[in-house]
């Protein structure tokens, strides 16, 4: 078993890719330690796979992988991490603007202070203010507060997780910016700790991302929120959400009955009487999708090997 696996997916980054692996074996080679790069091709069709297959084809420290297309960041990456069989695992991207150099620094942090992820905080950021920085400055101010993981920068891919915790979730969608929060349910929070790097222009290359990222952030996060706090528990969720339907319902139902009955009055085309209908109705269905969904979740925690706990090793 190797002690350090780096996962870099990559992705039509024929221009930048031979550079990168030369500084991650720069930066890699200051440890004694066994290690490896792990390299998985996101179905790239610029010859990137080539290039790295035919310079490296015998270097015992490169695994190179390729999807037959490209499923996306989150999987990629994935992929990689479910190659890797080390103790330490660093993920980064393969794009030349971040720094393989920090890689020393930050295993010796986790190491050193019992962390289960080190953050990279893209303090410094060369990337564009209107497009890049301004709406990433947004996202993480929204996924702090909505997730109660603080941290300013969780679009940086630089980061350095213990295998043990990081290999207790699976990644799916576009999740890979939200890894410190899924991490934050099956460990200590307060193991995962953020500090500044480098982080360099983009020279060569196309971005691969876009101001399109950030409602895609507001959906994913949606669905994280969900999955935090209310993973075992979803009745309450839905159960919540019906009851204030169901008693609003209940009260203009009874209202109009009251006039109805004892002042005489025409409800049958009031606005309000439908209002009432549908605010009861829909009270009842989450109401209903609240005991599903504890059903489910049972049925879930009973039949996988996941438990609603974690115990610290």
């Not at 109805?260 to 009842?284: H, W, Y």
Request: aromatic share 12%; net charge positive; proline share 4%.
């Amino acid at each position: 078993m190797k002690k350090i696996a780096v996962v870099a997916p990559f992705y039509n980054e024929v221009d930048n890719i031979k550079k990168f692996v030369d500084q991650v074996f720069s930066a890699m080679d200051k440890f004694s330690t066994d290690w490896e790069l792990i390299l998985v091709d996101d179905g790239s069709i610029d010859g990137g796979y080539d290039l790295i297959q035919s310079e490296y084809s015998n270097n015992k420290n490169l695994k190179l992988v390729k999807l037959v297309k490209n499923f996306g960041q989150t999987a990629a990456t994935q992929a990689g991490i479910d190659l890797s069989d080390s103790k330490i695992i660093v993920t980064l991207d393969s794009d030349l603007q971040n720094d393989p150099q920090d890689i020393p620094m930050m295993v010796n942090h986790l190491v050193d202070f019992n962390m289960n992820l080190v953050v990279g905080w893209r303090k410094q950021r060369k990337d564009g203010l209107f497009l890049r920085r301004i709406p990433s400055f947004l996202a993480n101010k929204l996924i702090s507060f909505i997730t109660g993981v603080k941290l300013h920068d969780y679009g940086c891919s630089l980061k350095v997780y213990r295998a043990s915790c990081l290999k207790k979730v699976r990644l799916y969608g576009e999740m890979h910016r939200f890894i410190p929060t899924w991490l934050a349910t099956q460990s200590n929070p307060r193991k995962i700790v953020e500090i500044p790097v480098n982080h360099n222009p983009r020279v060569a290359g196309k971005s691969k991302y876009g101001i399109s990222r950030t409602f895609r952030v507001v959906i994913d996060l949606l669905s994280i929120y969900f999955f935090m706090r209310f993973l075992s528990k979803p009745g309450h969720f839905f159960g919540f959400i019906g009851m204030i339907f169901f008693f609003a319902g209940t009260l203009v139902l009874s209202l109009l009955t009251y006039e109805k009955l004892f002042l005489g009055a025409d409800i049958g085309s009031r606005p309000l009487l439908l209002a009432g209908i549908l605010f009861f109705t829909v009270g009842i269905q989450l109401i209903s999708f609240g005991v599903l969904g504890e059903i489910l979740s049972r049925t879930y925690f009973a039949s996988s090997k996941e438990k609603p706990y974690q115990v610290e090793e």
